[in-house]
């Protein structure tokens, strides 16, 4: 059970991988932005891992002495709700940037774009 | 009861980011966007000023928000480099407004203007945020708020490659900050708090943990990559090229030097101690990576061909110099890299405002298309060329003095050092080349680009600004006494009395 | 049992993400990516965070599936696979993650009581919030009170995420003719052809808004919050403009009176902090709201704190979906 108690962390670190994976090898840049979102997710799984506690409940008082005994971690939860916002802020806004690069140079692909700019 | 003058350290942060959003609201007609902007960041600078007095009285302002106590609720930590700091961001934001002033209406037309200033208000206090915060976390969540803002202001340059470029930006950029989480994660893994002050108490419990080491790599990795240290420097060349030009002039006197400042919190107080062996690993990488940044970045300096580009990669080496200093581990080391900080905004900015002149005159920034810009633009060109001395590191200038204190801290280190003090002197040597190549164009080669307004001179207020900053940088080089103690005394306190 | 589902959700995510890299229509990446939000959401609530997983479900699943699916109507939906520059990456990644393998020895296993997280400040706010303030929900008290200042932040977050779409799709296009916005209407009202979507869909959207009120108000008693609540509003604005053509959606939200309101929001949490520092305390300290009875201002503070978040996420989702949605009209 020692290493079992691990496989969160396992699934973060294949998930970090991918992300980043799929950030640098990748051409085109909606994929880039996906990759980015799931490197991100990863994080969110790493803090909010870390709050469980075995036999507790969501820190939520509800007045039943059963459940408010043990209280799973608030704090990473809160720093997550955070970085989720950040996450979806710069999703968004790099969404609007690649738009306008479609816009621009007619296309995604970053090798595409690289060729245009060289030329000009 | 508390007085005005006890809520000043909150309100070096807050005050932008009150006027942000209304700036956002206003109409793009007119001044009133800009005026906004100017007022809130000169408010912030003489805030920013008092604070420094009363910190050099006084040692470091502690402030408690919503009256919680560390490490419970979040506490803003006012030191002697956080104070500098923020004169720095709050002084640049001031200049580059000024040199907005004239010279921004032709890069990014007025109803767009609006929703920049606010951006740009963002950015200002979100890097302030940055360095007065003793908050791990709260590190995180300002560093996003200046580094999307600063991508949205990137995204508004007037040529169409500032789009990838800004895109390169952000995928850095947050790169860089997701892996500053990680290792802020794994500090919290470890010890249970964010407090930066309790953190560096709890780890003495944890040292050698792997999970320390990890977080340790990870958070110097996040920061190396938003401070664009070599080789994650690759965005900051591009950005600063296509970003509108009085953006560039804020953004190269002090958006990446706020990532080296978070270096050094992390470094002294937090990690550095706790690392053990390794420390000296990370240590000799990352002077390895700054000798590298400051070589390689004037060599591509000298090659390019876009005055902004140049100063891209000029930065690049720059901060080579700062990482230097920051990485050696001596009370003189950081001293030299903190009084670079300042000097190297003033610097950065005067030579960015004169670019900026010269594009809302000529409408291009390639060196080529400067010629003879000399003849018609004295005064921009005079004082490009004095800044630029100040950049090579000529006696008299504060480039000089950060150079002199720099050589002083590496030559402390032994045999090394003296090696590494020709490498700084090869590099000055550089910079007198690509300096000088700008200058051999602008004044001796016969004009190619005719300016059809009669003014050919540069904006009034662009011209004011660059001037004070030429004279700021003669100013602190012959006297830098305010930076200097600002600089000394935040050694102290950090490192205590030697290491 | 719940060990086994964990273990479970925890290995559909990894799968999923694999999916989600190696489609290459970016349409079909994006519905994947949709599907992991949301068996993330499903993990982050067998970890006990509700709260989180609420939020992600909205953001992740909802908002964040829509946002590429109007990105990807504007640009192209294949992307090219190109063949080379692929094994250094590959084998930095799969080094770095050898390293960090090995970490995760020293890692204090899940749900272990005796790890250092659960011994220092935790144990402080399971204690002293109903001393101080009185809400049953822990991660909104820490959100809006103790952590405050971390929150504000956030909220100026996405409010330059907001006006940096605005700003950025500012930008008139270089193209023939742009289209008008009754003409996309007309072009896009095809679902109308389409009666069962579009009658539970109309039925869905007021049930949606009444969720988000709940969420919003009772995110002190039960998980919710702000953001969740912001992020449920601009998803039933979102489905209105899905169903009905987007610029009727641009045209019942105005762009101008959502930049408004998404100003008004952070206005509403710095101006709380303000008020505070005006009544002679520290910046967002609530007590300072009720001073007879703090736990009171520290209710009626993380009201109004709570309120301007979700005003603002709210204007900024809106404004960002309406930006995108009506790219063909500009």
């Given at each position: 059970m020692n290493l079992l108690g691990l496989y969160n962390y396992w699934v973060y670190l294949f998930l970090l991988l991918v992300g980043m994976y799929t950030v640098f090898a990748k051409n085109n840049y909606v994929k880039r932005l996906i990759g980015l979102s799931i490197f991100q997710s990863a994080v969110f799984l790493l803090f909010i891992s870390m709050d469980k506690v075995a036999g507790g409940t969501g820190p939520i008082f509800t007045g039943n002495p059963v459940t408010d005994a043990v209280f799973a971690n608030p704090l990473p939860q809160v720093l997550i709700l955070t970085a989720i916002v950040v996450g979806i802020a710069g999703t968004a806004l790099g969404l609007a940037i690649t738009v306008r690069i479609r816009e621009e140079y007619?296309?995604?692909?970053e090798s595409d774009i690289r060729k245009m700019d060289d030329q000009s | 009861m508390m007085s005005l003058y006890d809520q000043l350290p909150i309100l070096v942060i807050t005050l932008p980011l009150l006027a942000a959003p209304v700036v956002a609201v206003l109409p793009g007609r007119g001044k009133l966007p800009w005026l906004f902007a100017t007022i809130a960041s000169a408010l912030t600078f003489l805030i920013a000023i008092s604070l420094a007095c009363r910190v050099m009285e006084n040692g470091t302002i502690p402030y408690l928000l919503g009256n919680w106590e560390a490490p419970y609720g979040i506490v803003l930590s006012i030191g002697p480099l956080s104070v500098l700091m923020a004169i720095v961001i709050s002084g640049a934001s001031l200049a580059g407004l000024f040199v907005s002033l004239g010279g921004m209406d032709k890069e990014v037309p007025p109803p767009h203007q609006p929703l920049l200033y606010a951006c740009w208000l963002l950015v200002m206090a979100g890097l302030i945020g940055i360095v007065t915060t003793g908050d791990a976390f709260n590190v995180f969540v300002f560093m996003e708020v200046s580094s999307l803002a600063s991508y949205v202001m990137v995204a508004n340059g007037p040529n169409r490659q500032a789009l990838p470029a800004s895109f390169k930006y952000l995928v850095t950029g947050t790169f860089g900050a997701t892996f500053y989480l990680i290792g802020v994660g794994y500090l919290y893994m470890m010890t249970g708090t964010l407090n930066m002050a309790d953190l560096s108490a709890r780890l003495a419990d944890v040292a050698d943990t792997m999970p320390v080491l990890i977080a340790g790599g990870f958070l110097m990795l996040g920061l190396g990559m938003k401070g664009a240290l070599f080789p994650m420097h690759a965005w900051m060349p591009n950005a600063y090229q296509f970003a509108p030009s009085p953006v560039a002039a804020f953004f190269a006197a002090c958006s990446t030097k706020v990532p080296l400042f978070v270096m050094v919190r992390v470094l002294y107080e937090i990690v550095g101690h706790h690392l053990g062996s390794y420390g000296e690993l990370l240590s000799g990488m990352m002077m390895t990576l700054s000798v590298i940044a400051f070589i390689v970045g004037s060599l591509i300096a000298i090659y390019s061909e876009d005055l902004k580009r140049v100063l891209g990669y000029s930065s690049v080496a720059q901060i080579g110099y700062m990482v230097l200093g920051i990485c050696l581990g001596t009370s003189a080391g950081l001293t030299a890299a903190s009084i670079h900080m300042f000097n190297h905004a003033l610097m950065k900015a005067a030579l960015f405002a004169a670019v900026a002149a010269v594009v809302v005159r000529t409408g291009s920034s390639k060196i080529e298309d400067l010629a003879g810009i000399g003849k018609k633009m004295p005064l921009t060109m005079l004082g490009f060329a004095l800044a630029g001395l100040s950049l090579i590191g000529v006696p008299l200038t504060a480039g000089f003095i950060s150079k002199w204190y720099l050589i002083k801290a590496i030559l402390?280190?032994?045999?090394l050092g003296i090696f590494l003090t020709i490498l700084i002197l090869l590099s000055s040597l550089m910079a007198v080349v690509y300096i000088w190549k700008v200058i051999e164009v602008a004044y001796f080669k016969p004009t190619k680009i005719e300016i059809p307004d009669a003014r050919t001179e540069a904006p009034v207020s662009i011209l004011i600004v660059l001037w004070i900053l030429v004279l700021a940088n003669f100013w602190f080089g012959i006297d830098p006494e305010f930076v200097l103690s600002l600089a000394r005394s935040e050694a102290v306190d950090v490192l205590g009395v030697s290491k | 049992m719940i060990t086994v589902f964990d273990y479970f959700t925890l290995t559909m995510v990894a799968i999923v993400a694999v999916a989600t890299i190696t489609s290459s229509n970016l349409f079909v990446a994006s519905m994947w990516s949709g599907i992991y939000s949301l068996l993330m959401a499903c993990n982050f609530f067998i970890l006990d965070a509700a709260d989180v997983a609420l939020t992600e479900a909205a953001v992740g699943a909802g908002v964040s599936t829509v946002l590429y699916m109007g990105a990807l109507s504007l640009t192209d939906d294949k992307e090219q696979v190109s063949r080379g520059r692929k094994i250094l990456p590959l084998l930095a990644v799969v080094a770095l993650g050898l390293i960090l393998m090995i970490v995760t020895i020293e890692h204090p296993r899940v749900g272990d009581i005796n790890a250092p997280i659960h011994q220092h400040v935790a144990p402080w706010y399971i204690e002293k919030t109903p001393e101080y303030i009185n809400i049953p929900n822990l991660v909104t008290a820490i959100l809006a009170s103790f952590r405050g200042f971390d929150t504000m932040g956030e909220v100026l977050v996405i409010f330059t995420a907001g006006i940096g779409v605005i700003s950025v799709l500012s930008f008139k296009p270089k193209r023939a003719a742009s289209v008008s916005g009754s003409e996309l209407g007309k072009q896009i009202r095809g679902l109308h052809h389409h009666a069962v979507l579009r009658v539970v869909g109309k039925l869905l959207i007021p049930i949606i808004l009444l969720f988000g009120l709940l969420v919003q108000f009772h995110g002190k008693y039960s998980p919710g919050g702000g953001f969740s609540a912001g992020a449920l509003f601009a998803a039933a604005i979102m489905l209105y403009g899905i169903l009905e053509g987007a610029d009727r959606s641009a045209h019942a939200m105005p762009q101008a009176v959502m930049l408004k309101l998404a100003a008004l929001g952070c206005t509403i949490y710095t101006g709380v902090g303000f008020v505070c520092m005006l009544l002679g305390h520290h910046f967002l300290d609530y007590n300072a709201l009720w001073p007879s009875n703090p736990k009171l201002g520290q209710y009626y503070g993380i009201l109004m704190v709570e309120f301007g978040v979700g005003l603002t996420v709210t204007a900024v989702l809106i404004m960002i979906f309406n930006a995108i949605a009506n790219r063909a009209t500009y």
């Open positions: 007619g296309s995604i692909e | 402390e280190i032994g045999p | -």
